[in-house]
């Protein structure tokens, strides 16, 4: 069985963002690109399976900046292949081309399953889970949080609103958007990353995109601030008074 882990790219929450001068993207220059959080539950849930049934793990990346170094990471956290996808020139806001880049990596791989991260800070919407599986007319879960292999079939956990979780299985093959993996992402030695480093071996694909719809970013900015927060200063019946002067303004308390 193949385990295949798509891995994407986000700033380094550490990192300061600044637009650049075109306010078309954030200035990458600024800001060092780590793997996707989504993306590494992902890739712990495959390795986590693959100790528990013997299969192998592909990562595979989109080509960008940083991609190579979170495959290797990805090598050293137990995954036996990576794969660098040569799509060209995309857009990162674009997560539909993206998925369509991914998807046609995935038919030539031929996984029995695919897991992806539930989201990116550019996917809110939890888009590429669906958009693969939808190219590749396999069956999908999102919003999991717990994979199981089960004679041929994936049993995942797909949690719901109030903490309720539902066991739903899928035929293989099938795409799965991952939350969380069964356990925190087992953290990786400077030691085992520089042997990882000399030990990969890096496959390359290329697929082609060029008929994809695409989006494209406008404009970015900072959220404009509409209004500030009021202090209010004084011993605790004063405040209380000030907060009930307020209610009665806005019409919330009578008398």
Known sequence: MNIAVALRLMPNPGDELEV???????????????????????????????????????????????????????????????????????????????????????????????????????????????????ELGWPQANVVVGVEVVDGSTHVKQEYAGGKLAVLALELPAVVGVQSASSPPRYVSMARLRQATSEASMETLSVDVSSSPRSEIVSIARPEKAAHAKMLEGDAAEVASQIAAVLREQGALVG
Request: glycine share 8%; net charge negative.
């Open 20 to 134: 650049d001068p075109d306010g078309t993207d954030i200035d990458r220059d600024l800001v060092e690109m780590v793997v996707n959080d989504w993306d590494d539950q992902a890739l712990e849930e495959a390795v986590l399976v693959k100790e528990a049934t013997g299969a192998t793990v592909t990562a595979v990346g989109l080509r960008g900046d940083g991609v190579e170094q979170a495959l290797r990471t990805a090598f050293a956290r137990g995954a036996d292949r990576i794969v660098l996808v040569d799509a060209g020139e995309l857009n990162p806001y674009d997560s539909r081309t993206a998925a369509s880049a991914f998807a046609q990596a995935f038919r030539q791989l031929t996984p029995d399953l695919i897991l992806t991260g539930v989201q990116t800070p550019t996917d809110l919407f939890g888009q590429t889970a669906p958009l693969v599986a939808a």
